[in-house]
Nanobody, 127 residues
Framework: QVQLVESGGRLVQPGGSLRLSCIGS????????MGWFRQAAGKKREGVSC????????NIADSVKGRFTISRDNAKNTVYLEMNSLQPEDTAVYYC????????????????????WGQGTQVTVSS
């Protein structure tokens, strides 16, 4: 049974940094495309950044480019989202997602593409 558990979300001041973690169980993350998504109150869930299973090729949303970085540690079965220069508009529940696909091309960062989802972790950016 594939399970994803996110952690690391909390209240942070504007300009601050956070690192979110997503630990997988019941599967080997190295054969999966992985993604981070977020959903702000009253808005649709949107893709933040997604990474391929081969060569770590990524897609990243324009709104976070230069501030957020996705990475994976297959030995720890974990994917990370490093977030810098956080702004109030980054406030959302952040979700980790996975799809079993072992390819080199950067995966689409679209919700329909992913098969498995975590329960989310709340990030609040406020002074």
């Amino acid at each position: 049974q594939v399970q994803l558990v996110e952690s690391g979300g909390r209240l942070v001041q504007p300009g601050g940094s956070l690192r979110l973690s997503c630990i997988g169980s019941g599967f080997s993350l190295e054969h999966y495309a992985m993604g981070w998504f977020r959903q702000a109150a009253g808005k649709k869930r949107e893709g933040v950044s997604c990474v391929s299973s081969i060569d770590d090729n990524t897609n990243i949303a324009d709104s976070v480019k230069g501030r957020f970085t996705i990475s994976r540690d297959n030995a720890k079965n974990t994917v990370y989202l490093e977030m810098n220069s956080l702004q109030p508009e980054d406030t959302a529940v952040y979700y980790c997602a996975a799809r079993q696909v072992h390819v080199r091309v950067a995966p689409p960062c679209e919700t329909f593409y992913y098969e498995h989802w975590g329960q989310g972790t709340q990030v609040t950016v406020s002074s």
